[in-house]
Nanobody, 118 residues
Framework: QVQLVESGGGLVEPGGSLRLSCTAS????????MAWYRQAPGKQRELIARMHSGGGTYYADSVKDRFTISRDNAKNRGYLQMNSLKPEDTAVYFC????????????WGQGTQVTVSS
């Protein structure tokens, strides 16, 4: 199964920015949709952004207009640019590949912790 590694998290003040990266073990994002999820303490993992193979995007209302998903198929990488961060964005962030039926196609990585606090 495809291995995915997330990086780029950290501690940032409210209003700050971070750019997360996702590296896949094979060229999967040219085949499947790339998606970012997050899981806050005590909550279920939620889908926050998805990029279709044709370039179309979906964002959860909670991150719309603040986060931007992108990918570089040549490098087997995906990115999540996060701006105007809020304390409620604090969570562990994960990436994965998703097929057209919404099925997860990669192994879940360790995720990367994002903490938004002053």
């Amino acid at each position: 199964q495809v291995q995915l590694v997330e990086s780029g998290g950290g501690l940032v003040e409210p209003g700050g920015s971070l750019r997360l990266s996702c590296t896949a073990s094979i060229s999967i994002f040219s085949v499947y949709f790339m998606a970012w999820y997050r899981q806050a303490p005590g909550k279920q993992r939620e889908l926050i952004a998805r990029m279709h193979s044709g370039g179309g995007t979906y964002y959860a209302d909670s991150v719309k207009d603040r986060f931007t998903i992108s990918r570089d198929n040549a490098k087997n990488r995906g990115y999540l640019q996060m701006n105007s961060l809020k304390p409620e964005d604090t969570a562990v962030y994960f990436c994965n590949a998703v097929d057209t039926l919404g099925r997860i196609r990669g192994s879940w990585g360790q995720g990367t912790q994002v903490t938004v606090s002053s």
